[in-house]
């Protein structure tokens, strides 16, 4: 009996499997062509830009404030000393907060950036799918092998491009 039924699961689900369709794209070349995309890269390499000026300016300011520190060391008395000590300490802290948050603002910056678009290309492989009666789409970067499928990269694209074009429109 338990045969039987091991027969009859394995016949059920090699039928179901012959009936699924898998779909593949690039989702590298996706990205590479949308002008959106490219316009985000853009304003993350000024953000990332403004950032990195504004962490040299205070590391400039934090070196120089050493220098004047290592100077006037040996004539400091020992109180004195460990006032400077803590207030360089504060120094290099803030320096190293800002770049925390620098980082942090970039990465929620990029999230910000990159939803749209990747909820257009999800949009764009839903309606590809459908359209073609395709069960699963996969990314061929995370593939480590397949053999065979139906490459809907161009056909994704087409929709992706239709897409996007409509969000600039309606910016």
């Not at 959106?36 to 300011?61: F, H, P, T």
């Not at 290309?121 to 480590?144: F, G, M, Q």
């Amino acid at each position: 009996m338990k045969n039987i039924l091991i027969a009859i699961s394995l016949i059920i689900s090699a039928s179901s499997f012959a009936q699924s369709k898998i779909g593949h794209v690039n989702s590298q070349i996706l990205l590479d062509t949308l002008e959106s995309r490219k316009q985000a890269i853009k304003e993350l390499d000024a953000y990332k830009l403004e950032g990195m000026k504004e962490l040299q300016e205070m590391n400039k300011a934090f070196e120089a404030a050493y220098v004047i520190f290592q100077q006037k060391e040996k004539d400091l008395s020992p109180v004195l000393l460990k006032m400077e000590q803590e207030k360089m300490g504060r120094k290099q802290q803030e320096l190293e907060a800002r770049q925390q948050e620098l980082e942090k603002g970039l990465q929620i910056y990029n999230d910000e950036l990159n939803k749209p678009i990747l909820d257009r290309i999800t949009k764009a492989i839903e309606i590809v799918a459908d359209r073609k009666k395709i069960n699963y789409i996969i990314d061929e970067s995370a593939t480590l092998y397949s053999k065979g499928g139906i490459d809907c990269t161009a056909e994704v694209m087409i929709e992706l491009l239709r897409l996007d074009a409509e969000a600039i429109k309606n910016k």
